[in-house]
């Protein structure tokens, strides 16, 4: 009984110190993908051209690899 | 031909004004020309409409320009897209195998159970008659 009671407390150790750093990261992974959103969409002609490019190398690095 | 003609017959004037006529004519044309490739790249905008749809599904489109680039740069015959087209179509059959594995489980059930009491709670069995 009392191993348990540990290992509860312990888990909940964990959640408390694991919860702000999760909830930080989902706050700037959130603010990432605002901040692209807004990017493509104020420069839809550069983001597509990189997109292409970007889609060409990977195009012939992979037909000159294998 | 008669213009040609006609201006030598009338002088220097008329020649330069056969240039000029000519050279009109040749920037009507260019302006013409212009204006029709302006609109038919409008047209093409506006068939396409990238920023709309850029507007709409930003990520989409992109993935789209990543696909177009890997296709024009020779991706398409490459053992990474067979590998890639393998695991799209084992991901696409994968809600079907469920189905059909589901199927024949129950087949199974039903055939060993003798029931047609699958997914219900089974009826209690009668006791034997004795006579």
Redesign the interface.
């Known amino acids: 009984m009392e191993t348990s009671q540990q290992i509860t407390d312990k888990a909940r150790e964990l959640q408390a110190r694991i919860a702000p750093q999760l909830d930080e990261a989902r706050r700037n992974l959130s603010d990432l993908n605002s901040r692209?959103?807004t990017y493509?969409?104020q420069n839809?002609g550069t983001?597509?051209?990189a997109?292409?490019?970007?889609?060409?190398?990977?195009?012939?690095i992979?037909?000159r690899?294998? | 031909m008669p213009e040609t003609t006609q201006t030598k017959g009338v002088g220097n004037g008329a020649d330069h004004r056969g240039i000029g006529e000519r050279v009109e004519h040749i920037n009507q044309s260019a302006h013409e020309l212009w204006s029709e490739a302006q609109g038919a790249v409008t047209h093409l905008k506006e068939t396409l409409d990238?920023?709309g749809r850029?507007?709409r599904n930003?990520?989409g489109?992109?993935?789209a320009?990543?696909?177009?680039?890997?296709?024009?740069?020779?991706?398409?015959?490459?053992?990474?897209?067979g590998n890639l087209v393998r695991l799209g179509l084992k991901v696409a059959a994968l809600p079907y195998v469920k189905e059909e594995l589901l199927h024949l489980a129950k087949g199974a059930i039903k055939n060993a159970g003798g029931g047609e009491h699958v997914g219900q709670v089974a009826a209690p069995a009668e006791p034997p008659k004795t006579v």
Do not use: C, D, H, N
């Open positions: 692209v959103m493509i969409r839809p983001s597509l051209l997109a292409v490019a970007a889609g060409f190398l990977i195009g012939k992979a037909s690899r294998w | 990238l920023q850029v507007e930003p990520y489109m992109i993935l320009a990543v696909g177009v680039g890997y296709l024009l740069g020779g991706g398409l015959f490459s053992r990474l897209t």
